[in-house]
């Protein structure tokens, strides 16, 4: 049973672009959320998708979007990337008729140059 | 706003010693998660507790979550140089339309052989 993946696992970007990070859940789940980490500190929630809509959101700019693909994997795009973008993306992912356990994915390392 | 405050921010210990990381909020929570995460990877799931009072036992990990379903411990007896990593707690409050957690600040554990 393939756990969560993330693509890529690396990345460098200049600022001023445009990244897209990708993400399959586990199987059997549907809800996908992603987080962003910065190195020493714990993840902090950025969105939620849920039957390919964005469910909530945390305070982050409108720079970041998403996409929910109808087999539930999902796509966070950061447009005019800021240097203090560069951090660890997580993706979790759930069952949301389940219970509260959301299944974390290794991350896409990112750093904006 | 939720918040969840972990101490110590780090500990490093010999081998066989017991240790204990608080995890402390004001808010309530619905269910408190607690991962460990190694450097340049996803936080991996430990436990989720549920219910106030509750105390679940991983092998040498043992976990309660506080009367009030505000704070949460994590005792680890004997601790082993593979214990080494970030321990993070997780508050999550199901209900309404989404499931995200909020991370506590972290603990990084040292194990010296």
């Known amino acids: 049973d393939a756990g969560v993946t993330q693509s890529p696992t690396h990345l460098i970007k200049t600022r001023g672009q445009q990244v897209t990070l990708r993400c399959s859940p586990k199987s059997g789940h549907d809800t996908v959320s992603w987080y962003q980490q910065a190195l020493g500190q714990g993840p902090q929630f950025i969105f939620q998708?849920?039957?390919?809509?964005?469910?909530q959101r945390g305070n982050f700019p409108d720079r970041f979007s998403g996409h929910q693909f109808p087999n539930y994997s999902s796509e966070l795009n950061v447009n005019a990337l800021l240097l203090g973008d560069s951090a660890l993306y997580l993706c979790?992912?759930?069952?949301?008729?389940?219970?509260?356990?959301?299944?974390f994915g290794p991350g896409t390392r990112l750093t904006v140059t | 706003t939720q918040l969840l405050e972990q101490s110590p921010q780090f500990l490093s210990i010999q081998e066989g010693e017991n240790l204990t990381v608080y995890c402390n909020s004001s808010s309530v929570f619905s269910s408190l998660q607690w991962y460990r995460q190694e450097p340049g990877e996803g936080p991996v799931l430990l436990v989720t507790v549920v219910t106030g009072g509750e105390v679940k036992k991983l092998k040498r990990l043992t976990f309660q979550f506080g009367d009030a379903r505000k704070d949460s411990s994590l005792h680890i007896t004997a601790a082993q140089p593979g214990d080494t990593g970030l321990y993070l707690c997780a508050g999550a409050n199901r209900g309404g339309a989404t499931n995200k957690l909020i991370f506590g600040t972290g603990t990084l554990l040292a194990v010296q052989p």
């Open positions: 979790a992912s759930e069952q949301r008729q389940g219970g509260y356990e959301q299944y």
């Open positions: 998708y849920y039957e390919e809509e964005e469910r």
